[in-house]
């Protein structure tokens, strides 16, 4: 009854190529917007912006470009957060030792990231599945090796680089709602392209490589060019979000960060959130960044009830026992994700109050 | 050069033997993949889990008490896994399986240092950690041991996959599910055996490396060097697994031996990872593996 599509005329070419042709679904997602460029610098304190809401973006734009890589491509790979580090290095470097200007080192940190990840993804034209994971994995600690080893990339021993204050033609920002700005700006942008990107011929393709890629490629479909234009893709994603995580976030860049188990949270994302949806990568960032946090204030409660300390020891175990957990009852009970929960509500109320 | 020749033959056997604990390691996987097509990530941190029940049940028990006591822990946690992970997931796609035993690695880990701690634990099992020499070259006594227990493993482990009526099923269960319970093999015994053999398995590595390393987190991290083992010896074969192991284990210590110092250091880490690469792209399915023929 609420959610309903009877009544949607589409008169125009435009209109039925819209990204959202139901009205509810565009208001809903007009007020959204709105709701994350007015209210929440207003409601939300500066730590929450900073330390919450900034990663969420993030964490949403990498699990976005791990999503065209093993959502819709079916190319598994468990090195994504190594391409975050080779975008967060790039665009450091860009900005800090060439002067490039903040937007372009984004993007060049970004391209950069996406040639290296083509170069990762080249096994894939020969491999898939588990090999392909390996050699995935592979890249993760080749690539941190380079970005420690390599003078002329790190810094030295700890290979950390330090990002200037940020400054788009003059105008500085160091206050958490102008990070906040920039990364929303550039989130949404990224995810609107990529919510177009999915249902274009390219995601097609894709999607007919993930389901049965001999087929595909009897039908026409390039394997060659398509497995390396996703590894590209979610790569460029990869490394823009790593550049917005060094200059926004860390305001440093460090391979340290960009670890084995960042990757393995990055898939923890797309499985709990839903792997081939756009809304997935945001719910299952958001999931992930708040489980922590719900976590320790559930520990917190049954310490006080009990009368113990809780350790941190404790938190950083139950966290991991929790994270397991989810994402094995994922992979059993909705291995669509949250994405697909969410769907299945909307079907709900499609026909609400009647049953069928 | 009598010298180098002397420090790589010596780096060479140290590496070999090593070589053999990746092997144990690698054997693991390998068995549940021959069984059951699955490729278990989860086996670093069973072999962190086993380890960590030795050292927190010795000090009751006494070493062959803990041994048996732990033995029959992994075959609980083998009817566990079977029963909420393996069953629910039986016609789903290989990937989803491989995802699912990610979040049982992580899941086995959290519970194993919730339950037992972080702090590293010693394990002693009566091997002293002096030396064998043999004509100039030092031979660790603790590798030794290691290598023979994990060539009696392998010996065992082939002649019960090759002479053994629940071995060949346990095969015919790798190569497919539906076909195998259609011929009557029942599933969910041959899943729950095959695991609770890795899981010995696991107690076994987890002794060896545990003694070696100490019982701690890094314990889980093993099993991220048995890849490549897996790789360039084929996921479906016991020998390859041994094999891989030794190439692995000389790989390592000859770079970390000549490269490494060269460079800077951390080379050796992941060289087995750039062999693997390579492998990849010749011969993907290892030295001893089955080439996977996709029918359309």
């Known amino acids: ?85 080779v975008g967060a290095y790039g665009a450091v470097i860009l900005y800090a030792r060439y002067g490039v200007p903040l937007l372009p080192s984004l993007l060049g940190g970004g391209l950069i990231a996406a040639a290296v990840g083509t170069l990762f993804g080249l096994p894939a034209l020969r491999i898939k599945g588990f090999y392909l994971a390996v050699s995935t994995l592979a890249a993760q600690f080749i690539i941190e090796w380079v970005i420690t080893h390599v003078k002329w990339i790190g810094g030295g021993v700890f290979a950390t680089i330090d990002t200037p204050p940020l400054r788009i033609s003059g105008w500085l920002l160091d206050t958490p709602v102008e990070k906040y700005y920039l990364t929303l700006t550039i989130v949404v942008g990224l995810m609107i392209f990529a919510k177009n990107v999915v249902r274009s011929r390219v995601g097609r393709a894709w999607m007919a490589i993930r389901d049965r890629d001999i087929a595909a490629e009897i039908m026409g479909i390039s394997l060659f060019r398509y497995k390396l234009l996703a590894f590209a893709v979610g790569s460029f994603y990869a490394g823009v979000a790593g550049g917005l995580m060094s200059f926004t976030y860390y305001a440093a860049a460090n391979i340290e960060e960009f670890n084995l188990l960042l990757s393995f949270r990055l898939l923890g994302m797309i ?34 009830l009990a009368g113990r300390l809780v350790t941190t020891d404790l938190l950083a175990n139950t966290e991991f026992m929790v994270f397991g957990a989810l994402i094995v009852f994922f992979l059993i009970a909705e291995p669509l994700g949250l994405a697909r929960l969410w769907q299945t509500l909307k079907n709900y109320l499609r026909l609400w109050p009647f049953p069928y | 050069m009598s010298g180098d020749l002397l420090f790589a033959v010596e780096l060479g056997v140290s590496g070999v033997l090593v070589g053999v604990m990746y092997s144990l390691v690698a054997l693991g996987f390998v068995l549940i993949y021959k069984a059951s097509a699955v490729f278990n990530f989860a086996q670093g941190a069973m072999t962190l889990f086993a380890a960590l029940a030795l050292a927190g049940f010795i000090p009751y028990l006494g070493l062959v008490g803990a041994l048996v006591a732990v033995c029959l822990l992994m075959t609980l946690l083998a009817l566990g896994i079977e029963r909420i992970i393996l069953r629910p997931l039986v016609a789903r796609p290989p990937l989803s399986l491989f995802m699912a035993t990610i979040g049982l690695g992580f899941f086995l880990e959290g519970f194993s240092q919730a339950l037992w701690g972080t702090q590293p634990k010693g394990l002693d099992i009566g ?50 599910h539906e076909a195998a319970l259609a011929v009557g093999i029942p599933l969910r015994q041959a899943w729950t055996v095959t695991w609770a053999i890795a899981g010995m398995v696991a107690v076994v590595a987890g002794i060896l490396w545990g003694t070696r390393l100490g019982v701690q987190f890094s314990l889980s991290l093993v099993a991220l060097k048995a890849l490549p083992v897996l790789i360039i010896g084929g996921l479906e074969s016991i020998p390859g697994a041994i094999i891989g192991g030794l190439i692995v284990g000389a790989t390592e210590r000859l770079v970390g031996g000549f490269i490494d110092p060269h460079v800077g250091g951390g080379v050796k880490d992941f060289s087995p990872y750039l062999l693997a690469l390579v492998f990849l792209i010749f011969r993907p399915y290892g030295l001893f593996g089955r080439e996977i023929i996709e029918r359309v």
């Open chain 1, 1 to 85: 009854m609420f959610y309903r599509e009877t009544g949607v005329f589409r008169e125009s070419y435009a209109a039925d190529m819209a990204l959202f042709p139901i009205p509810l679904d565009r208001w809903g997602v007009l007020v959204l917007l709105l709701f994350a460029i007015l209210g929440v610098p207003y409601l939300t304190s500066q730590y929450w912006m900073g330390s919450l809401i900034i990663p969420f973006l993030i964490f949403a734009l990498s699990a976005q470009g791990l999503n065209f890589l093993t959502g819709y491509a079916g190319q598994l790979s468990l090195g994504h957060a190594a391409f975050m580090g």
């Open chain 1, 271 to 304: 499985i709990i959130g839903g792997m081939g949806s756009v809304l997935g990568s945001f719910l299952g960032a958001g999931f992930i960044v708040v489980l922590p946090i719900f976590i320790n204030q559930v520990l917190a409660a049954f310490g006080k």
């Open chain 2, 127 to 176: 091997i002293p950690d002096t030396p064998f020499d043999v004509a100039g070259i030092f031979i660790s006594r603790l590798d030794l041991v290691g290598a023979i227990v994990a060539a009696v493993l392998v010996l065992g482990l082939v002649w019960f996959f090759q002479r053994t009526t629940t071995g060949l099923g346990l095969r015919a269960v790798s190569d497919d």
